[in-house]
């Protein structure tokens, strides 16, 4: 990695500009143009959740027609993630970056045009595709673009941009779902997309590494595919059908086959698609579990905050995005001063206490009670927000750090779909977890409240609306004995969620162990050169 020129060891000088190139490859300029479309995507994670239930009514959809408006584009991009940044290193991350931002418009356009479910779950699922292009684009075009003394900064500032895009979706969702219509909530990716793509064409440079490898991994990106899609179409379905049912354990069974025969395969090829040897550097190794385990304890939990907010407090789904504003905020202004700590002090210590605040906010958040005030809530979504953040540029700056420049697409995949992976197994096991403690504690709640008591079935389906913190109430039921139930399903909910928040804080406390044995790349001294770091 040491020996490598390449042409991005030269980014040092970009930041004076040659008068020839005018704005082309300017480093600040690059990643205003990147942060843009990758604001696209992060606000398209979270802003779609508000929209479901208005796209359900209008198009008249089921429940797992709803669902799969969600999961259809989880699982395209988790799947793709790591080929496409194999094909940001293969084509130039410029050109991938570019037809992932016209593509994701372009995308998002017709989704807003479609006339029924199956139509909108299909772009949905382009969507991802396209999204996958972006995102390990935009980590690459940085990587080649800053010197090392200034690359951490500006990866804290992609990751507060991503923070804050995440947590607005809430609010922007819910003002234009409110006041336009669910259709806008996509027809808004098309001026966004434009004005990526106009910047893009005027302002960013290709940069390529000359060890880039020359021919494509077809059977590795074949078995890589078919063990992701295994994977997260395992951990989707695994609350429906069960953890110790026989499909569940098929498709962990065939992801697990798949991984081992894309392991063998990857270290007989001349020119894989994954070089296992990336995977001989123990901090980029930590780096990739550290993701894992970050996205499973703040997506896993975050997923049921929502529901707290808005069923169990009442708030509509714009107050209840402004409620965890304290977290986007924390996000916004932790990003940037991790990314100067990393430079100063390096990537340990900072991540170590990173996922130490995390933890705590988890712990703290295990003791919300049906009644508590906004005041306590903000404190621990403000130390939520200020242990994430470090993770975010911590983490991207250890993986695709301590990868040569030619790798630095499949880097950024990596870093990418192991965040996606354990967002899913987060929500997967967290899910898991809050439907067993209701399933164990709902009857004898309902009955030590004088409720009459239900038959088996109705039972089962009062503690499906309980998981997510709602009241199994009809019109038909009285006022005095409504008031009940809701007490019922709130106490019993916020039970749930205090014991997942309680795993999520024990597995961030894992991540922190996890986080010692990162360490700052080889080659990223300041002065270092973009392409060593």
């Known amino acids: 990695m040491t020996s490598q020129t390449t042409v991005a060891d030269a980014a040092p000088e970009l930041p004076v500009p040659e008068p020839h190139k005018g704005l082309r490859g300017h480093p600040w300029l690059t990643l205003i143009a990147v942060a843009i479309g990758v604001m696209m995507v992060a606000l398209d994670g979270t802003i779609v959740a508000i929209a479901n239930p208005a796209i359900q009514k209008d198009l008249k959809a089921s429940l797992a027609d709803v ?38 418009a372009a995308a998002s356009g017709a989704i807003g045009l479609s006339g029924s479910v199956a139509t ?40 507060a941009v991503i923070g804050a895009s995440t947590a607005a979706g809430p609010i922007i969702g819910g003002l234009l779902v409110e006041h336009v219509n669910w259709q806008s909530v996509f027809f808004i990716n098309v001026p966004v997309g434009i004005v990526a793509l106009a910047l893009g064409l005027v302002i960013l440079k290709d940069h390529r590494a000359e060890n880039a490898a020359k ?63 990336l995977f001989r550097s123990v901090p980029l190794s930590a780096g990739t579990v550290l993701m894992v385990l970050m996205a499973f304890a703040f997506l896993g939990g975050l997923f049921f905050v929502t529901f707290y907010l808005q069923n169990v407090h009442g708030m509509s789904p714009v107050d209840s995005g402004l409620r965890l504003l304290p977290l986007t905020g924390m996000m916004i202004v932790a990003s940037p001063l991790a990314g100067a700590l990393i430079t100063k002090f390096g990537p340990r ?21 049906v009644d508590t005030g906004t005041g306590v809530m903000s404190v621990w979504f403000a130390l939520l927000g200020m242990g994430l953040a470090p993770v975010m540029v911590g983490a991207t700056e250890v993986i695709v750090g301590n990868a040569p420049l030619e790798h630095a697409g499949v ?91 309680t795993v999520a804080g024990i597995v961030a406390v894992l991540a922190a162990l996890v986080a010692t044995l990162t360490k700052r790349g080889e080659n990223t001294q300041p002065g270092g050169g973009a392409g060593h770091v």
């Open 67 to 104: 669902q799969w408006i969600t999961n259809g584009y989880l699982l395209a991009l988790a799947v793709a993630l790591i080929t496409a940044g194999k094909l940001g290193d293969r084509f130039g991350h410029r050109q991938t970056f570019l037809v992932g931002i016209a593509g994701f």
């Open 120 to 159: 909108v779950v299909a772009f949905r699922v382009l969507q991802g595709l396209f999204g996958a292009l972006l995102m390990p684009a935009a980590l690459g075009l940085l990587r080649a673009t800053f010197p090392a003394e200034k690359l951490n900064m500006a990866i804290g500032i992609w990751g």
């Open 215 to 277: 021919s494509f991994d077809t059977p590795g990106i074949v078995l890589l595919s078919g063990a992701m899609f295994s994977l997260i179409w395992a951990l989707i379905k695994a609350p429906e059908w069960g953890w110790g049912d026989g499909m569940t354990l098929l498709f962990l069974g065939l992801a697990l086959v798949g991984f081992i025969a894309f392991a063998l395969w990857e270290s007989r090829v001349s020119e894989p698609l994954i070089p296992l040897g």
């Open 349 to 369: 210590i900072v991540l170590v206490g990173g996922m130490v605040c995390t933890a705590v906010a988890m712990l703290g958040m295990s003791a919300l009670e």
């Open 411 to 501: 880097a950024g995949g990596l870093q990418q779909a192991a965040m996606q992976v354990g967002g899913s197994l987060g929500t997967a096991v967290l899910g898991a977890v809050m439907a067993a403690r209701v399933d164990n504690d709902l009857p004898g709640n309902w009955a030590g409240a004088g409720l009459p008591p239900l038959p088996p079935e109705q039972m089962a389906k009062a503690s499906d609306a309980v998981s997510v913190g709602m009241a199994p109430v009809s019109e038909q039921t009285p006022p005095g004995v409504a008031a009940k139930i809701s007490d019922v399903a709130h106490d019993t909910f916020v039970s749930g969620m205090g014991l997942s928040f």
